[in-house]
């Protein structure tokens, strides 16, 4: 028995400290400036007593007033190093340890610590200047705070990482920027403090230096977002400002220029405070001090469409179109809301009156342009979230909103009638009624005409505090369930067309499974086509599925069922046999591509024809690397988001949107049909993936498509022709006899020559694959899959009238790129032509 089986069950524990040694160890080897900046900070609240007395290091600030009025020089560096309180050092040292430990991996320590000081610097002088010079502004000071002296580390710590961004990888960079940008704009805009606007001032100086320092580098002005990224982001903006103005209720009402907005989600009711000027001051401060400006009721009912919108921006990520209905909604409905109090009269603005007209141009950037334009952009974007609910989730949160309605209106109503003592005066059913109502929205969403009752005690007092909060709970409770209800293909469809696969099928049927396609079948559901409608053309995905004998069976029919619906039909990558079947019955043909497959019985590496793939597999083998087969389902929360990052980076490393069509996503990776091969490192990083699709014969698993190939930009090289071979091994070994390494899209088998070819669709077919050359690299890709020595297989387009080329010509364009804009078709226009050059 080993020493392993007979150690106690806490011997684990000792075993785990010794690892944490040397872990430490090389964090203060990688990271000696992040390290030193948190002891450092640490070090600065111990001796000036901020760690146990908040603001009594103020001493040590800065600011207009503190460094240049009061001549105290020195706090320009202090402010940098002296937090001003426990919570704030805290949040330095986690900053510190973390993401300014991410750029000084990126910077290297010398950089970095110079530009610590470089940019905390000229962040706090900068800061200092603009902010006397807007005290200096009549009109901005009632949005510029009086100074308070400035303590803050992650000035410079902000600085350092926006210029550290530069060297990151294009989908780091990327995020690091937006979200960095994003926090740091949402406490300046909103809570306005000085700190924000410093620390934001000196983010701002750190990525110019960046640029400075990055300059040379290639970079894109612009980045392709995969949907995902897209969704990320559109969600990050909802969710920034949903919590901006909660930041500026709770940092006191808040300063910044958009804290203004803060107006309309305060618990105040507008009509009851206006009953002030004709009721006894006593009783009106007792009856709304208790009635409306307290309590924890009237304040979640008045932040309800900041809730709402935080809500909606958790769905937005995840592509839910009923995040998405909720966000427009609400966005639309905050802009409109400060336009219709203008027209009412209830709001009035005298512009440029008494130094008001910059608070009043602020406040409509905060209350109407900001929503609108967010509201805008997803509506623009809106294709990004198709994640529908399932119709029975729908009904089912359409009864219990319209229930929960009915039972809390119904019970307030019940309670005020019971409770009309409790009153300020006499109510008459309408204005029972009108309260009742009321209380189910924020009050500035409300707009009654005259004023309002309202009760002051007892069981009616509660109702009216809290039914409508309660209401709303419901409400965002049913959509976060609602979230989680997603609607899929149809199970019976999808289920049907995957029992005819495994029946038999070519290395390429299975793309028919994909999301976007729909299925026809015969009449006795023997034969089956995979087909992606674009406008009118019908564009059937691989060769159909089909008894032997009965394939030209299928073509028909599959041809009359689309003359049938007006579509003109269109068969995209068929392979020979296929192809005789069409040209018999009259259809002509285009080349698209060729699939290059490997045959695996006896199948060796060996020989000198085989070295450069033995090579990278024997040079990976000995480095520690591994092949780990898996499914998306089995993989570890590390692993999966290892995978995502992989392809995220991959996807923003393009200036050219994701294409689709035969060509897999993320999204194909999560059948669970599909396998997944990943190159693992001795540090368990995942180095690259590929995804692999079966095919069948007579109900046997036979072969395998590769589909998916990401790996990372920096990772080591040789990585693709070790999984690749792995695969080719190790699926030997099942007993599959054929490996496709798929089809190069719009690539000619260069030793096939091409006759007939008609003109328009041939010229439309090279000038799409010289286009899209110099950003996927289909060329080289069909270059590199020669190393394994496959046979080819040529793919064609089969039509039946030149007269239609040009729309299946567009179809096909829009189904390898159905998110291009035309902003992105000029930029596939340049690529081009670059790579011409």
């Known amino acids: 028995m080993s ?132 005290w200096t502004v009549t009109d901005l000071r009632p949005v510029v705070a009086a100074e308070v002296p400035v303590l803050d580390p992650t000035t410079p710590i902000a600085g350092a990482v926006m210029a550290a961004s530069a060297f990151a990888t294009t989908l780091w960079r990327r995020r690091l920027r937006l979200v960095g940008f994003a926090l740091l704009a949402l406490f300046a805009l909103y809570a306005g403090d000085a700190d924000s606007w410093y620390r934001l001032t000196a983010a701002a100086i750190g990525l110019a230096v960046g640029a400075v320092l990055a300059r040379g580098r290639e970079r894109r002005s612009w980045h392709r977002s995969s949907t995902r990224e897209s969704r990320t982001l559109l969600a990050l903006l909802v969710a920034v400002v949903g919590s901006g103005p909660i930041v500026a209720l709770v940092s006191g009402g808040g300063r910044g220029p958009l804290s203004l907005v803060v107006d309309a989600y305060t618990q105040y009711d507008d009509e009851v405070l206006a009953q002030c000027g004709t009721v006894a001051a006593s009783v009106c401060d007792e009856q709304v001090a208790l009635l409306m400006t307290r309590g924890a009721g009237p304040a979640l009912l008045a932040i309800t469409p900041l809730v709402l919108l935080l809500v909606a921006a958790w769905g937005l990520r995840q592509g839910r179109r009923a995040a998405w209905v909720v966000a427009v909604f609400v966005l639309v409905a905050s802009a409109v809301l400060p336009l219709v109090s203008l027209a009412d009269g209830r709001l009035r603005i005298d512009p440029w009156v008494d130094g008001s007209g910059a608070e009043y141009v602020l406040w409509a950037i905060a209350s109407v342009v900001i929503p609108l334009v967010l509201a805008a952009a997803l509506v623009i974007a809106r294709a990004r979230f198709s994640v529908r609910a399932t119709p029975k989730a729908a009904k089912a949160v359409a009864v219990v909103l319209t229930g929960a309605f009915l039972a809390c209106a119904t019970t307030l109503f019940a309670v005020e009638a019971i409770g009309k003592r409790a009153f300020d005066r006499e109510v008459s059913f309408f204005d029972l009624l009108s309260v009742t109502l009321r209380r189910f929205l924020p009050p500035a969403f409300t707009h009654p005409g005259g004023s309002t009752a309202f009760p002051h005690s007892g069981p009616a007092l509660f109702a009216y505090q809290w039914i409508g909060v309660l209401f709303w709970i419901i409400v965002v409770a049913s959509i976060l369930w609602l979230y989680r209800r997603v609607q899929r293909p149809d199970a019976g469809d999808d289920g049907r067309y995957r029992d005819l696969l495994r029946r038999g099928s070519d290395t390429l049927g299975f793309l028919g499974t994909w ?68 040209v018999d019955l009259g259809w002509r043909h285009v080349p698209v591509g060729v699939e290059t497959v490997m045959d695996l019985p006896g199948l060796t590496f060996a020989g000198k024809a085989w070295q450069k793939v033995r090579q990278p597999l024997t040079r990976a083998e000995r480095e520690g690397y591994t092949a780990v087969w898996s499914r998306w389902h089995e993989l570890t929360v590390s692993q999966a988001s290892q995978v995502v990052a992989i392809d995220e980076e991959w996807v923003a490393d393009r200036a050219l949107p994701e294409m689709g069509f035969t060509l897999g996503s993320l999204d194909e990776l999560r059948d669970r049909d599909v396998r997944l091969l990943l190159a693992v490192g001795p540090d368990e990083r995942i180095e690259a993936v590929t995804s692999w699709m079966p095919s069948w014969t007579d109900g046997e698993i036979t072969g395998w498509t590769l589909d998916f190939m990401r790996r990372r930009t920096d990772g080591p090289n040789g990585m693709m022709e070790f999984l690749i071979a792995k695969a080719a091994l190790q699926l030997q070994e099942e007993g599959a006899t054929l490996l496709s390494l798929s089809g190069a899209p719009l690539a000619d088998d260069p030793e096939e020559a091409v006759e007939g070819d008609p003109a328009p669709l041939r010229a439309l077919l090279r000038w799409l694959a010289e286009v899209l050359e110099p950003a996927y690299g289909f060329a080289s890709l ?49 690529t081009a032509w670059e790579g011409r050059r």
């Not at 020195?74 to 426990?86: C, E, F, G, Q, R």
Request: proline content about 6%; charged content about 20%.
């Open 3 to 134: 020493e392993t089986a007979t150690a106690a069950p806490g011997a684990r524990t000792p075993s785990r400290l010794r690892a944490v040694g040397p872990y430490l160890r090389r964090y203060l080897a990688r990271n000696p400036v992040a390290v030193s900046a948190a002891v450092i900070v640490i070090a600065a609240a111990a001796a000036t007593g901020s760690l146990w007395n908040d603001g009594g290091a103020l001493v040590w600030g800065a600011g207009p007033l503190a460094t240049f009025a009061s001549g105290r020089w020195w706090t320009v560096l202090t402010a940098l190093v002296v937090p001003d309180s426990a919570v704030d050092a805290a949040a330095s040292v986690l900053l510190a340890l973390t993401v300014l430990a991410y750029g000084e991996r990126l910077l290297g320590a010398r950089r970095t610590a110079l530009l610590l000081a470089v940019t905390g610097l000229a962040g706090l002088l900068l800061g200092i200047g603009l902010h006397a010079v807007a």
């Open 515 to 582: 999301s976007g396609n729909r299925h026809w079948y015969s009449e006795d559901g023997e034969c089956a086509v995979a087909y992606r409608l674009s406008g009118d053309v019908a564009l059937a995905v691989a060769d159909p599925l089909a008894p032997a004998g009965r394939r030209p069976e299928a073509l028909r029919g599959f041809t009359d069922y689309c003359v049938e619906h007006g579509w003109i039909p269109a068969f995209y990558s068929v392979h020979a046999d296929t192809l005789r079947d069409l």
């Open 782 to 830: 069909f270059r590199f899959k020669g190393k394994f020595r496959p046979r080819y297989r040529p793919l064609a387009l089969a039509y039946r009238d030149p007269l239609q080329l040009p729309g299946i010509g567009a179809a096909v364009g829009r189904a390898y790129l159905p998110d291009a804009s035309r902003r992105e078709m000029v930029a596939l226009a340049r």
